[in-house]
């Protein structure tokens, strides 16, 4: 068995790692870097090209497959969930392999509405494939089993991909959190979990962003309370309210609405990435909050919505894009006071989202508060709860799982060292930990 970690192990995103198998190989993944594509979106007014993209580093370098000749190999592209450091390369990548495209409800809705809002096609084939359901990938006179087994994050109908091979089952774990009680959906299949344990897991890819951070991530119902306890406790009825969080973070959403109609407020959704995520939820019936929202998404549209929200603050309740101060987003374009719509002195705005660990975010977003808090704006920050598993949350994985051989993922090797400590405390030796970088192979025998 050989696996290639193409992209998601020298940064935080641009996720993708093929998994060779005789002679078959299949892409787990297949993410942007989303730094890169933020930086090309303020310099590029046209469409971005898959060769502009490769120039910045947005898309995974893939030309490897080229130059080992596996690239015709390659017989699925497995995406794990939504966001877009998962999926948001296919449009760029997929026409390159003669591979299906093949993952969650969810999922393939986003991707469609990706490809439909961009004006892109792709001609791989894309299936939709039921939570916990099984997958059947014929090559000739050979066949291999692809599970999508349930698991919680913070986007809806993420999945731990297992791949069962002739030597022993792939675990493809990128991104996870153990929440057994989710706002949206069902708790992880731990009986998944431990049936494919029974059968010999050869290898475990498994998100490590958070391996520093000490105990168990908490429960998406611990961000409800944190909402609820913010937006119910507005002092000044007559000040604007605003709220940014992740577009795909459906659960987060539903709770903000939920809270917001207790407010007596409209609630206005603000942005394009709101629209196409909220679209896709509702097609796979995951979004009761539909009826109880307005969504503005063009250019017109979101200048006389903000205009009316500037004039009757006490009156709605917004919902909007930016909250990385990604240049050129909704959040970002208010506090330079590019729309019509101003801050005041003790409006409030909520971030119900944390700053994605990359110093381009970081910088972005301390900018960003710069310019608001000169407005007097009240700001409740990081009012959130990871999508990511923490350090006891991986130690549970590893203890399910019982898996021979385990690679982090989703973060540069320094940052997820720990997980050799971790894993020796669980039994392993060094030789079962495989820190790896962008570009590597690693032959397991």
């Not at 059947?136 to 913070?154: A, D, G, L, P, Q």
């Not at 731990?190 to 890819?205: D, E, F, N, T």
């Not at 381009?360 to 709860?385: C, Q, Y």
């Amino acid at each position: 068995m050989e696996i290639y970690t193409i992209g998601g192990y020298s940064e935080v995103g641009k996720n993708m790692t093929v998994v060779k198998t005789g002679e078959d190989a299949f892409i787990f993944d297949c993410g942007l870097y989303m730094p890169a594509v933020v930086e090309l979106q303020g310099e590029e007014k046209k469409d971005l090209s898959e060769k502009k993209m490769r120039s910045k580093g947005a898309i995974p370098n893939d030309v490897l497959l080229d130059k080992l000749g596996i690239r015709n190999q390659v017989r699925a592209i497995l995406p794990t969930h939504a966001h877009l450091d998962h999926i948001g390369a296919i449009p760029f990548l997929a026409h390159r392999y003669n591979a299906p495209v093949i993952s969650s409800p969810f999922t393939i809705s986003v991707l469609k509405k990706i490809l439909d809002d961009d004006k892109k096609s792709i001609n791989n084939k894309i299936i939709s494939a039921d939570l916990n359901s099984t997958q059947m990938i014929k090559v000739k006179n050979r066949s291999y089993r692809v599970e999508f087994i349930n698991m919680t994050h913070s986007t809806p109908h993420d999945t731990m991909i297992a791949l069962h091979t002739p030597e022993g089952i792939v675990l493809y774990g990128n991104d996870f959190k153990l929440d057994n009680t989710p706002v949206i959906g069902s708790p992880p299949n731990y009986k998944a979990l431990q049936r494919i344990s029974k059968q010999g897991v050869k290898v475990m890819i498994s998100d490590s962003l958070y391996i520093n951070s000490p105990g168990k991530t908490p429960s998406e119902k611990v961000a409800r309370s944190m909402v609820e306890e913010v937006l119910l406790t507005v002092r000044n009825e007559k000040a604007a309210v605003f709220v940014t969080t992740f577009s795909s973070h459906i659960a987060r959403l539903k709770s903000i609405v939920e809270f917001g109609k207790k407010l007596n407020r409209e609630i206005i959704f603000v942005g394009r990435s709101l629209n196409r995520y909220v679209a896709a939820a509702n097609e796979s019936k995951l979004v009761p909050f539909k009826k109880d929202i307005r969504l503005t998404t063009y250019k017109r549209q979101v200048a006389s919505m903000l205009k009316k929200v500037h004039s009757n603050r006490e009156r709605y309740l917004v919902v909007c894009t930016g909250h990385q101060g990604e240049p050129g987003s909704v959040l970002e374009r208010l506090s330079r006071k590019k729309l019509s719509f101003d801050f005041k002195k003790g409006d409030n705005l909520v971030f119900s989202s944390k700053t994605i660990p990359d110093p381009t975010n970081i910088l972005n977003k301390e900018a960003m508060d710069k310019r608001l808090l000169k407005s007097g704006v009240r700001i409740f920050d990081n009012v959130h709860v990871s999508g990511h598993g923490s350090k006891e949350d991986i130690r549970d994985l590893i203890e399910i799982v019982n898996p021979e051989n385990i690679i982090p993922s989703h973060a540069p090797t320094e940052r997820v060292r720990p997980m050799i400590e971790l894993s020796r405390e669980e039994g392993y030796s060094k030789n079962q930990v495989h820190l790896m970088s962008d570009g590597q192979k690693l032959v397991l025998k």
